[in-house]
């Protein structure tokens, strides 16, 4: 019973990217790249890379079921993470592209449980309950797959709560910023197998602090720059970029209610929430989704400063 839970999380991951891919890519998606391509191709291209993440790359990892030494692991993970990784980049917004990478780490752990790790359990059972020598080759293939869910457990769990820290997703090179968190998280968990194993190598949490310290410091928003504003101008912007979606009516296609419920339609409201702003549109710049209005990077600068200036409603 044990390996249903494991399926249903498979075949649930399936449908959900079919279906996000099949009805409404750009939007359900997070952000796909702008001017990369138009809708319709955009929609067939998410759902062949959808597709592709559950046809080709698992099977392809799956031909190196064989049992490997722990100098070959690097190799592993170069052709089974890094292509399909930097694909992802060319395509998909920071935040999309992170969800991707999630969701192919996920697939990947339930994929080595259902199909790799339970079925080995079973031949060793049946193997016993035959009062015959097990063959050591399951167990080995078991052990391999568990080790490799054992790394993927911090970086996922950092994936499942990015959405929270927008200045990774949201940086220039947000695929980077992923890379050096994800290694950072498995080599974390490194110093918690060694420590399990009777080995405490404090060196590992002490380097890896200080990475994740310089880390922070490198994609830390920078000041921004200086620009000339009224708030006619404010306006405006908020009015074309913002406010399609973000009003009492939205008129971008798709939305029938102001997402969250936060509304940018009045002086008053983009006054009150300025700081929400500058959260989302300049200090990450996910908003607009997917930059579907075009916001321009003249206009972002427009509106940090009017926002340094105190977002004045005048």
């Avoid at 709560?161 to 980077?176: K, Q, V």
């Avoid at 549109?281 to 607009?288: E, F, H, Q, T, W």
Wanted: aromatic letters at 10%.
């Amino acid at each position: 019973m044990a390996s249903w839970p494991n399926l249903s999380e498979l075949l649930v991951g399936a449908d959900e990217a079919a279906s996000v891919a099949l009805v409404g890519a750009p939007l359900a998606a997070g952000s796909v790249t702008p001017g990369h391509c138009d809708q319709a191709p955009q929609k067939l291209r998410d759902t062949l890379g959808r597709i592709g993440r559950y046809v080709v790359l698992q099977p392809f990892i799956d031909f190196h079921r064989q049992p490997f030494e722990a100098h070959q692991r690097l190799r592993y993970i170069g052709r089974a993470f890094l292509p399909y990784h930097g694909g992802h980049t060319l395509f998909f917004e920071g935040r999309a592209m992170y969800l991707q990478v999630g969701a192919m780490l996920g697939t990947i752990m339930a994929w080595n449980v259902y199909f790799v790790i339970i079925p080995a359990q079973r031949k060793l059972v049946e193997a016993k309950e035959r009062n015959a020598a097990p063959d050591p080759v399951y167990g080995l293939q078991g052990k391999q797959r568990s080790v490799h869910n054992n790394y993927f457990t911090l970086p996922v769990l950092f994936i499942m709560i990015s959405n929270h820290y927008p200045m990774t997703f949201g940086n220039r090179h947000a695929w980077l910023v992923l890379i050096a968190i994800l290694l950072l998280a498995a080599y974390v968990r490194h110093f918690f197998n060694l420590r399990h194993k009777g080995r405490t190598v404090w060196a590992i949490p002490i380097s890896a602090g200080v990475a994740t310290l310089l880390l922070a410091i490198a994609i830390a928003p920078g000041k921004p720059a200086d620009a000339a504003y009224t708030f006619a101008d404010v306006e405006r912007i908020v009015a074309m970029r913002c406010a399609t979606c973000h009003a009492a009516k939205p008129t971008q296609p798709g939305f029938n209610d102001p997402p969250k419920g936060f509304v940018l339609d009045t002086p008053a409201l983009i006054v009150a929430n300025a700081q929400k702003i500058n959260e989302q549109a300049i200090v990450s710049k996910v908003m607009p989704i997917g930059n579907l209005t075009n916001m321009t990077d003249a206009e972002r600068a427009t509106l940090a400063a009017w926002i340094a200036a105190g977002a004045p409603a005048k």
